[in-house]
């Protein structure tokens, strides 16, 4: 059994999690209802969408036009930030009129800092959302000793300064999220618990309980943050905390911040997001993307979906003895197998089994370049590590750095069995484990589901030096069986590699990424992979293009999600603002030039922000920052220290550059 940090948050047998009403079957989490204008939130109404506006707040007609695109798209909130006491009287005007073209879509202010800016807005419009990390709290960034009466003095400080919203909040029927983020902790938090999940949650609750001191209850709650491993953890907790404390169980709203763009937005949120929606957490969505606000309903709208009809999906067995801490990150402990397993980060497997492998330059595409002169092979950072083909062996050699995988009947008459690896089904690996010669003497892949793990497999694994597990599922609540299966392995005390393998055949596209980040990532964030597969043998009838295509979509997806999980860093990191009425440049294509120029570095993490305010918080665990102070005013960090003040915007990419090369981490982009 692992060793939890925390006892109190151990789960016991009788209740195996404390987060979620259960880990094997779905079920939503109860809550509270909480009245928003005309759109309730929580208890048994639909998981709500949500998005913000990016446009100026004091651009009335610009903010009515964007609110009503994102109202088209599907989203049932609109968020308008509200930085001062004039951005929220403006609210009225953009209210008025969206009411008057006949949208009655709550509005909601998003606040920092300013309680004169809350308690206008909270007259006016449905809900006000605050961040408990600079409510009436200006950071100083300063550590601060406390002793438990200057924690308390400081406290009832902010009490005073918060009363007063809570009473508007309450004479006019105004709902409020706390939403803490983990980029803008107060110092006093900062002080006391650290940079952790835990300092997020009592954020929350120390604010929340002055609410419940004055018996409002129209609260939702967040716990963002961009690292998805920590939002995780810190929405577990903060719902863990509710139970123990015995405050009601408030509703959630669940977000990704800076999730970025594309692809890399889309897999980032859904690794943070669908792996709570997963265990029935959530009751309202937010994805933040640098995009038009209107690009985000439908992903949140595509992560739901998923769940309308997940109650009543094959059952899976209870779990009498959970063995992992959902509340702290910890791999799970595995032997090392060829270069799988151990301290080895998770390996990606492409699946090419439906397309013959006849030539050098079909391995382009999933990272493995072939150089007619000097007749060398070169590999990139999203070169896939192996290739599975199947019942096609390649036509040709291979390079190093990706090993071919066939099926076990294939590779028993393959000329070259050394450098292929099998493929196997549970009986035939239990069949052939006594024949000489019957497997691969380093490394044999054995697939397996739930319904197929028995007494006999579990004591060949316990024994077997050389086998990687490959484990599937056919059930819709595919990612808890698949946490069962790994769960099983925990208690059995058994130490092979397991590398998680999915397949879509009815998503594509934007669902596909989001689905197989869901599944992958939502185990992965819990230490649990060794490996990413994401299998094309249930697609479709495709040409051979779409099925190349396919596959080497797979192959960057599953890149991104090892990356989202933050388990395996291949490319360069960006945390962007997804924009706001404070915004000071054009986030999107700012953010494309960044891009362009530096994406081909590795593992650095680079925050993209729209505003000073709030910019350097958000980007928390960034290693470069490139944040808006001004008209044309950039200010460029390294970690959270600023190095480059008031940089023209024409200059602060390149001084951004050089930043880089100054610190040793830059190299020229190679051409193919
Ligand atoms: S960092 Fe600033 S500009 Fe960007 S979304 Fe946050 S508040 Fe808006």
């Known amino acids: 059994m692992l060793d939890f940090a925390t006892p109190s948050l151990v789960p016991s047998a009788e209740k195996p999690a404390l987060y979620c009403n259960s880990l094997t079957g779905y079920s939503r989490r109860k809550t509270i209802t909480v009245p928003i204008g ?8 639909p998981i709500r969408v949500q998005s913000m506006t990016t446009i100026d707040t004091m651009n009335t007609l610009g903010s009515v036009e964007q609110s009503i695109k994102m109202i088209e798209a599907g989203c049932e909130y609109i968020r308008i930030t509200a930085p001062s006491v004039k951005e929220a009287q403006n609210l009225e005007n953009i209210r008025k009129e969206l009411r008057a073209r006949g949208y009655t879509t ?3 202010a998003d606040i920092h800092f300013t309680p004169n800016a809350a308690e206008l807005a909270a007259r006016i419009v449905e809900k006000v959302r605050i961040n408990p990390g600079n409510y009436a709290d200006r950071k100083r960034f300063e550590v601060i000793e406390y002793t438990d ?5 400081e406290l009832e400080r902010i009490r005073a300064k918060f009363l007063p919203l809570i009473r508007i909040c309450k004479e006019y029927g105004t709902a409020m ?3 803490t983020n983990h980029g803008s902790l107060s110092d006093r938090i900062l002080s006391r618990y650290g940079d952790t999940p835990l300092g997020m949650v009592e954020s929350a609750l120390e604010f929340l309980r002055i609410c419940d001191d004055e018996n409002y209850h129209s609260i939702v709650l967040s716990m963002k943050s961009s690292n998805p491993q920590v939002m995780v953890e810190a929405y577990r907790l903060l719902v863990q905390r509710l139970d123990a404390e015995g405050l009601k169980p408030y509703p959630l709203h669940l977000g990704v911040t800076e999730a970025g763009e594309a692809e890399d937005g889309r897999i980032k949120s859904a690794v943070g997001i669908g792996t709570l929606l997963e265990d029935g957490l959530g009751d309202t969505v937010r994805v933040s993307l640098t995009e038009d606000p209107e690009l985000e309903a439908p992903v949140a709208q595509a992560l739901i979906d998923r769940y309308a009809k ?3 999906h094959s059952q899976i067995p209870e779990i009498r003895q959970y063995p992992i801490n959902p509340y702290q990150y910890t791999r799970r402990k595995t032997r090392e197998v060829a270069n799988f397993g151990g301290v080895n980060v998770p390996r990606v497997i492409a699946d090419y089994s439906e397309i013959p492998v006849t030539h050098h330059e079909q391995l382009r595409p999933i ?3 072939y150089l007619p002169v000097p007749d060398k092979w070169r590999m990139n950072d999203l070169g896939a590590d192996y290739l599975y083909t199947g019942s096609q062996p390649a036509s040709f050699m291979l390079p190093n750095g990706l090993k071919e995988i066939l099926d076990y009947s294939v590779w028993l008459s393959a000329t070259d069995q050394v450098h292929k690896f099998p493929l196997l089904d549970t009986s035939t690996y239990l069949n052939s484990r006594q024949k000489p010669g019957g497997l691969h003497p380093l490394l044999n892949f054995v697939v397996t589901q739930l319904g197929d793990f028995s007494d006999e497999l579990a004591s060949a694994l316990s024994e077997d030096q050389h086998v990687v597990l490959v484990v599937r599922t056919e059930n819709t609540h595919a990612m808890a069986e698949l946490r069962r299966l790994y769960v099983e392995l925990i208690n059995r005390e058994i130490f092979c590699p397991v590398v998680t393998l999915r397949s879509f055949p009815d998503s594509q596209g934007d669902s596909l ?8 990532g939502g185990l992965l964030v819990d230490g649990l992979g060794d490996g990413a597969w994401l299998a094309t043998d249930q697609l479709p009838d495709l040409s051979s293009e779409e099925r190349l295509a396919t596959a080497n979509r797979y192959n960057s997806t599953a890149f991104g999600i090892l990356q989202a999980a933050r388990t395996r860093m291949s490319k360069t990191e960006y945390i962007s603002c997804p924009s706001c009425g404070r915004t000071l440049f054009d986030l999107q294509e700012t953010t494309a030039t960044i891009r362009k120029r530096t994406d081909h570095l590795k593992g650095i993490k680079i925050g993209i922000m729209g505003c000073i305010v709030n910019g350097p918080g958000e980007m928390a665990d960034a290693d470069y920052g490139y944040v808006g102070i001004g008209k044309d005013k950039i200010s460029l960090y390294r970690g959270q220290q600023v190095i ?8 602060a990419v390149d001084e951004l550059i050089e930043l880089i090369k100054e610190d040793g981490r830059w190299n020229e982009p190679e051409s193919e």
Do not use: C, W
């Not at 480059?644 to 200059?651: F, M, R």
């Open 38 to 45: 005309n759109v309730p939130l929580g208890s048994d109404y």
């Open 106 to 108: 709550p509005l909601v």
């Open 149 to 153: 009466a200057s924690y308390a003095a």
């Open 177 to 179: 999220r706390i939403g």
């Open 310 to 312: 997940r109650a009543g």
């Open 367 to 369: 990272g493995h370049f």
């Open 513 to 520: 990424q989001l689905y197989a980040a869901t599944d992958i």
């Open 644 to 651: 480059k003040k008031s940089v023209t915007a024409e200059h």
